[in-house]
């Protein structure tokens, strides 16, 4: 995100119009400490100021040029938005680190500044009711996460940790509404479920995991994330067989060498392994 600021500010400074745009591209997770934290992708399209309309045409945006830090051929453009959005993603991501540390009052300083930038965003709106709730403010948590869900479009964070507070307070049928809630969420995309199956996987949920791996597959038979997430569940089951086959099936669908060298090494591996208990 550093890049995208940067950008900004030459753009500012040579008076240039500007926007951002989302790109769908695989999720990345971390783990600190007993927070999750996931990447997003950014791009900043700067606009010709030379660009003159041609009324005899129609044009889905004004003549520019994408800046893109990181660029793959697998993503996939999302919409654009605002300056405040992007400020409110900077001060997002410093309330999240700020949560990972375990800074309450900084991480509630920056996620109500986040929150005064973009309203309309469901995971600040979620990262404030973690915030309430880890300083045992149930109750407010448990409002905001209702403010949430009445805002708009479902976000699996939310109804996530939403569901641990419930269960926390074992109030089992309430869970299982939302459960099947979470269920209902459909996406054309693969990634909705495999950042389902990432959340599990670090939630230590291996069944949830496995049937989310899947489901992204069922949307996208290409991921070869997803076959790997399956690989290491199998491995750690010890169903080699299972295993095996996973790692063919990333092979078919992977085209970097250095991750072909990776995974016939390990396919070589399990080869050995299976054919010693023979």
Do not use: C
Not at 180 to 196: C, H, V
Not at 235 to 262: F, P, R
């Amino acid at each position: 995100m550093s890049l995208a600021i940067l950008t900004t500010a030459y753009a500012k400074l040579l008076g240039l119009d500007f926007s951002y745009r989302n790109v769908y591209t695989l999720p990345i997770f971390s783990k600190k400490e007993d927070v999750i934290l996931s990447s997003s992708h950014v791009q900043t399209v700067i606009y010709d100021p030379s660009f003159v309309a041609d009324d005899n045409f129609f044009y889905f945006s004004p003549s520019g040029i994408t800046i893109d830090y990181l660029p793959n051929k697998n993503n996939r453009r999302g919409g654009t938005f605002s300056y405040n959005a992007f400020v409110a993603m900077y001060y997002k991501n410093i309330a999240a680190d700020a949560l990972a540390d375990k800074d309450l009052a900084k991480s509630f300083m920056y996620a109500s500044t986040t929150y005064k930038y973009d309203t309309k965003n469901i995971e600040t709106i979620n990262l404030l009711a973690v915030i309430h709730r880890r300083a045992g403010d149930v109750k407010t948590a448990e409002a905001i996460y209702k403010i949430g869900i009445d805002r708009g479009k479902p976000n699996i964070a939310l109804l996530s940790n939403y569901i641990m507070l419930l269960k926390s307070q074992q109030r089992m049928e309430e869970v299982s509404f939302l459960q099947s809630k979470m269920e209902e969420l459909d996406d054309p995309s693969p990634y909705k479920s495999l950042t389902q199956a990432y959340v599990a996987t670090q939630n230590n949920d291996i069944k949830q995991a496995e049937r989310h791996f899947k489901k992204a597959l069922k949307k996208a038979p290409y991921l070869n994330q997803a076959y790997m997430g399956l690989y290491r569940i199998y491995i750690k089951q010890q169903k080699m067989e299972m295993a095996q086959a996973m790692l063919v099936k990333a092979l078919e669908w992977t085209y970097e060498l250095d991750e072909k060298k990776l995974y016939k090494q390990k396919l070589y591996n399990i080869n050995q392994s299976i054919a010693g208990n023979i």
